[in-house]
């Protein structure tokens, strides 16, 4: 055989051989999946799985068969995985996947779109194009809105905010791509709350502005921007003479699942002329929901929305969006190259590249078209009323349960909450020996100082008697009662 002839069997070929050969793969891969061992995860230390790891030698002179090669992975890494489908698997947002976004992954990779110019994926771009439309009007953006898939929410976020520092640089009659930063920007602010996700400050160190830039906004008692401290800060920062240029909400906190009062944050964002970014990595999906749109009134008047797809759409990571309000917009973002976006393209074609911060990008919208036309509209919704219902359930059986005492009322699927008897050392206890055993993937967190664990609902199989036991095997786990005082517990 020649090297040629060898080499075409790496490769997917799109003819019924190669198909089939495919199939053939893709089933001992499928079949790599089913381990003996059950639960959330197994109970190997990280030296045991380290060790099983680097038993494997990554580039052989020889290559292994695909088949063995399978085999290994299923031994050594998915047996000793996460697994998110295990209703003991309640720390992150961390979703299990659905089987449609999960098969669709495989004719994604197969095909290999690479979603920066048209010419290298014509119909992949017009599918993507087409999911954000479809998500526009969900929302209730207007006509002229649209959006890129990005790899994540920080990634989303970090695009929306960099449209807004260009969008303030413009108005000053700076082009900031061009010629950096105008002397102004060195008063410039973004304003979110104290519960905001981190990645607002890593947008503002990446952009120039420096994380001091992000000014906090203190919560209530649901862990929502409070708006008597969000005037006070405004007030503030207009008496010193800073410019907010970017109002940033969040629509489901990471910790509280919080949502903030978006309608009141779009008024004051419009009052003072500022950009306002709602970061609904969370609870956007509610937009979904007759029921629980309500809950995300106000989405619909911002100037940029984060959307992650691979948190309450169950699709695999990576999937996140970022809409805008005006299409024009990305204009301020846009590069032009003389090999990839050069402008003289024929009528129709949109190069995606120069909406996004990446270059080359998954074609990862095919997947979630996908999943949407397989579930459908209702029991999509469905899915996700059942899941706040089961959060509210939750924090139900935490109120009345005698070790237990919720941090925040419930606004989504984060169920957060203390033990006050306890010491933090305690809580951590708890936390890590769970883990370590392989009995639950228990979230572990820090509100206000506090120390608090974190029930979080993702998987629309749970039921309200295996919430019950949860709650229960979290109890077993504590200690006798501590005689730890209250400085003990930070």
Same mark, same amino acid.
């Given at each position: 055989?020649?090297?040629?002839?060898?080499?075409?069997?790496?490769?997917?070929? *799109?003819?019924?051989?190669?198909?089939?050969?495919?199939?053939?793969?893709?089933?001992?891969?499928?079949?790599?999946?089913?381990?003996?061992?059950?639960?959330?995860?197994?109970?190997?230390?990280?030296?045991?799985?380290?060790?099983?790891?680097?038993?494997?030698?990554?580039?052989?002179?020889?290559?292994?068969?695909?088949?063995?090669?399978?085999?290994?992975?299923?031994?050594?890494?998915?047996?000793?995985?996460?697994?998110?489908?295990?209703?003991?698997?309640?720390?992150?947002?961390?979703?299990?996947?659905?089987?449609?976004?999960?098969?669709?992954?495989?004719?994604?990779?197969?095909?290999?779109?690479?979603?920066?110019?048209?010419?290298?994926?014509?119909?992949?771009?017009?599918?993507?194009?087409?999911?954000?439309?479809?998500?526009?009007?969900?929302?209730?953006?207007?006509?002229?809105?649209?959006?890129?898939?990005?790899?994540?929410?920080?990634?989303?976020?970090?695009?929306?905010?960099?449209?807004?520092?260009?969008?303030?640089?413009?108005?000053?009659?700076?082009?900031?791509?061009?010629?950096?930063?105008?002397?102004?920007?060195?008063?410039?602010?973004?304003?979110?709350?104290?519960?905001?996700?981190?990645?607002?400050?890593?947008?503002?160190?990446?952009?120039?502005?420096?994380?001091?830039?992000?000014?906090?906004?203190?919560?209530?008692?649901?862990?929502?921007?409070?708006?008597?401290?969000?005037?006070?800060?405004?007030?503030?920062?207009?008496?010193?003479?800073?410019?907010?240029?970017?109002?940033?909400?969040?629509?489901? *906190?990471?910790?509280?699942?919080?949502?903030?009062?978006?309608?009141?944050?779009?008024?004051?964002?419009?009052?003072?002329?500022?950009?306002?970014?709602?970061?609904?990595?969370?609870?956007?999906?509610?937009?979904?929901?007759?029921?629980?749109?309500?809950?995300?009134?106000?989405?619909?008047?911002?100037?940029?929305?984060?959307?992650?797809?691979?948190?309450?759409?169950?699709?695999?990571?990576?999937?996140?969006?970022?809409?805008?309000?005006?299409?024009?917009?990305?204009?301020?973002?846009?590069?032009?190259?003389?090999?990839?976006?050069?402008?003289?393209?024929?009528?129709?074609?949109?190069?995606?590249?120069?909406?996004?911060?990446?270059?080359?990008?998954?074609?990862?919208?095919?997947?979630?078209?996908?999943?949407?036309?397989?579930?459908?509209?209702?029991?999509?919704?469905?899915?996700?009323?059942?899941?706040?219902?089961?959060?509210?359930?939750?924090?139900?059986?935490?109120?009345?349960?005698?070790?237990?005492?919720?941090?925040?009322?419930?606004?989504?699927?984060?169920?957060?909450?203390?033990?006050?008897?306890?010491?933090?050392?305690?809580?951590?206890?708890?936390?890590?020996?769970?883990?370590?055993?392989?009995?639950?993937?228990?979230?572990?967190?820090?509100?206000?100082?506090?120390?608090?664990?974190?029930?979080?609902?993702?998987?629309?199989?749970?039921?309200?008697?295996?919430?019950?036991?949860?709650?229960?095997?979290?109890?077993?786990?504590?200690?006798?009662?501590?005689?730890?005082?209250?400085?003990?517990?930070?």
């Amino acid at each position: 055989m020649s090297d040629a002839a060898a080499w075409r069997e790496l490769f997917v070929a *799109t003819d019924r051989a190669g198909l089939a050969a495919l199939g053939r793969a893709a089933q001992r891969a499928v079949d790599s999946l089913d381990q003996p061992h059950r639960g959330p995860r197994s109970s190997r230390t990280p030296a045991q799985l380290r060790d099983a790891v680097r038993a494997l030698e990554v580039c052989p002179p020889e290559g292994v068969a695909l088949d063995t090669v399978l085999d290994e992975l299923g031994a050594a890494v998915w047996a000793h995985g996460v697994r998110p489908l295990d209703v003991a698997c309640v720390a992150h947002l961390h979703p299990p996947s659905v089987v449609p976004a999960v098969v669709s992954e495989l004719t994604i990779a197969s095909s290999n779109q690479s979603m920066d110019s048209w010419d290298q994926s014509p119909a992949a771009t017009e599918v993507e194009l087409h999911l954000m439309d479809f998500l526009g009007r969900r929302i209730g953006l207007p006509a002229e809105s649209s959006g890129v898939m990005t790899s994540g929410g920080t990634a989303s976020n970090v695009l929306g905010l960099t449209l807004a520092r260009s969008w303030a640089a413009a108005e000053l009659g700076v082009d900031v791509l061009r010629s950096g930063l105008p002397e102004e920007a060195r008063q410039w602010r973004f304003v979110a709350s104290d519960q905001a996700h981190f990645s607002i400050q890593r947008a503002a160190a990446q952009l120039g502005l420096g994380r001091d830039a992000v000014v906090t906004v203190a919560t209530d008692e649901r862990g929502a921007m409070a708006m008597d401290a969000l005037d006070a800060t405004l007030d503030d920062l207009a008496a010193q003479g800073r410019r907010v240029i970017a109002v940033c909400a969040t629509a489901g *906190t990471t910790d509280l699942g919080a949502i903030d009062p978006l309608l009141a944050i779009a008024e004051r964002a419009r009052g003072i002329g500022a950009w306002f970014h709602v970061d609904a990595a969370v609870a956007g999906a509610f937009v979904m929901s007759e029921e629980l749109r309500a809950r995300v009134r106000g989405l619909e008047l911002a100037d940029s929305v984060t959307i992650d797809f691979h948190k309450l759409w169950w699709q695999p990571f990576n999937a996140s969006a970022l809409m805008v309000r005006d299409v024009a917009r990305f204009d301020l973002l846009r590069v032009r190259s003389n090999y990839l976006d050069r402008g003289d393209e024929l009528d129709g074609m949109v190069n995606l590249v120069g909406r996004s911060l990446d270059t080359s990008r998954r074609f990862d919208a095919a997947k979630v078209m996908a999943s949407l036309r397989t579930i459908g509209q209702r029991t999509f919704a469905a899915m996700l009323e059942h899941l706040v219902a089961l959060n509210d359930y939750a924090a139900s059986v935490i109120v009345d349960h005698d070790d237990f005492a919720l941090v925040a009322p419930p606004s989504s699927v984060s169920c957060v909450f203390d033990a006050p008897h306890y010491a933090a050392h305690d809580l951590r206890r708890v936390q890590q020996g769970l883990l370590a055993d392989g009995s639950m993937v228990l979230g572990r967190t820090e509100i206000h100082s506090r120390p608090a664990l974190k029930f979080t609902f993702m998987n629309p199989l749970t039921t309200r008697e295996d919430v019950d036991q949860l709650v229960a095997l979290v109890a077993r786990r504590l200690p006798r009662r501590s005689t730890a005082h209250e400085d003990d517990r930070g």
